[in-house]
């Protein structure tokens, strides 16, 4: 009888009896007498051991031929061993060579540079720590849907391809047939708040896309955003949930994906401390104080990396800065009814320096207000007749914000720079693989 094909997850199911492993080697030794493999399937690492006396003469050949990332079938007893990584063993009985990998992979156990690694980003990611960060993500991702599902929002899906503009960074534009430009979505937003109209409350969970000529860690051209909008909501109950769901999806993190972030020895003491209530800042009040601290920011401007440093240093949780003045933000964000300098928005501010993973506001309700800021702005009025009609027909108070995923993770795993959290980073200088 052929022995069953076993995910290395799935072993400790198969103890005592014969199975077949097929995966990537990573590690071989030998003593001569007993060979030892390490191999992994995505679901785990196991160890199997050959002992020459043991196995057929061509398993034992084959065993010398394979290389770091050579793909192979093992065959063996599945024996349970507290010391092996992943706990169990594999007594082999037979090894089958699937894919041969020459000896010059490109990726080493070595010190490579950034860019070598990005440009073997399709090898990179069958890296340990590669892997650990796109678990993080899938988990976060899913406890994005987790979070609304339970608070009953609709999830919907907003456009790609858009005739209107929704924020003030570059835009990549593609002839659209006989209709002239379309625009690839920079947020799901304005359809967002269509939606809300007719739904109460959703979100919206898709790529967006900026072309931003800005090489920070914290710039990517394409990135994933979550945006719930809610009807009925002021830019209070806005804040609120915008902390109930950050704090959800660092409790989902350290809960469910303790060892990946072990792995990229994440320090998460930090992260413990964001189950308390988020510090609420005025933007007023956040420029005294960063001018205090040096900065040469004036009331009016938008805050930079270095202002969000300043004020986030004096905290160990994230920081809200609310309501900053209007010529610094978006047209569609509400006039403060106590300071009409200014807009009924957030910023959420991330501790250890990792900067806005969040921006969202309370909308601008007022359809003549609205027109004026879009007329202010100098934005076609003709793309935005759409979005002036939910002011017309039925107008109503809602709120809503814009969660970057990519800048969430990197800050949960405690990574340097965003562009290792996305499979296949899209970069100012950086289009392939
Ligand atoms: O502050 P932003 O521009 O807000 C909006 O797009 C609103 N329409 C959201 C809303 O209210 N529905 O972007 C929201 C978040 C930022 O806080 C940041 O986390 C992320 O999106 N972000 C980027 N992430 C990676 N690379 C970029 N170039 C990003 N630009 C924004
Ligand atoms: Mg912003």
């Known amino acids: ?51 020459k006396a043991q196995v057929p003469e061509h398993a034992w050949e084959r065993f ?14 599945v024996r349970a061993d507290a010391r092996a990584p992943g706990g169990h063993e594999l007594g082999v009985t037979d090894l089958d060579v699937v894919g041969t990998s020459p000896l010059d992979y490109p990726i080493q156990p070595k010190e490579h540079g950034v860019d070598f690694l990005l440009d073997n980003r399709h090898l990179w990611l069958r890296s340990p720590r590669q892997a650990a960060i796109m678990r993080v993500r899938a988990e976060l991702e899913q406890a994005v849907h987790d979070f609304f599902y339970a608070r009953d929002f609709v999830r919907t899906d907003t456009p790609i391809l858009t005739g209107a503009i929704g924020e003030r960074s570059g835009l990549f534009a593609t002839e659209y047939f006989d ?11 304005l359809y967002g708040e269509a939606l809300a109209a007719s739904l109460g409350r959703i979100y919206t969970f898709g790529p967006t896309f900026r072309a931003e000529k800005s090489k920070t860690r914290r710039h990517l051209t394409e990135f994933w955003m979550i945006e719930p909008e809610m009807a009925w909501y002021d830019t209070h109950d806005n804040m609120r ?54 900065s040469t920011t004036q009331w009016g401007d938008d805050l930079g990396a270095e202002d969000e440093a300043l004020i ?36 959420l501010l991330a501790p250890e320096g990792y900067g806005e993973i969040i921006g969202g506001s309370q909308r601008e309700d007022d359809h003549d207000k609205l027109l004026a800021r879009i007329l202010e702005e100098g934005l076609p009025v003709e793309s935005y007749g759409w979005y002036l009609d939910l002011r017309k027909y039925g107008t109503f108070t809602h709120s809503g914000f814009g969660l970057g995923l990519e800048r969430t993770i990197a800050w949960i795993c405690g990574l340097h720079h965003i562009r290792e959290v996305i499979p296949f980073p899209r970069l100012m200088h950086r289009l392939r693989p």
């Open 1 to 51: 009888m052929t022995p069953p094909f076993a995910r290395i997850a799935d072993l400790h199911a198969h103890v005592g009896t014969l199975v077949t492993a097929r995966g990537w080697v990573t590690h071989v030794r030998s003593s001569g007498k007993v060979a030892f493999v390490v191999m992994r399937d995505g679901s785990g690492i196991l160890q199997a051991v050959l002992v």
């Open 64 to 77: 010398g031929t394979l290389t770091l990332e050579t793909s192979v079938a093992i065959t063996g007893e």
């Open 179 to 189: 209709e002239g430009m379309a625009y690839l979505a920079q947020t799901g937003q």
């Open 241 to 294: 949930l915008q902390q109930e769901f950050v704090q959800y999806l660092v409790e989902r993190a350290l809960e469910r994906r303790s060892e990946e972030l072990k792995l990229l020895e994440r320090d998460t003491a930090p992260l413990e401390k964001v189950s308390g209530d988020f510090v609420r800042l005025d933007y007023s009040d956040a420029i005294p104080l960063i001018q205090a601290k040096g």
């Open 312 to 347: 986030v240093a004096d905290y160990d949780r994230p920081v809200f800065v609310m309501n900053y003045p209007k010529q610094a933000k978006a047209f569609y964000m509400k006039e403060n009814p106590a300071d009409p300098r200014t807009v009924l928005c957030d910023d």
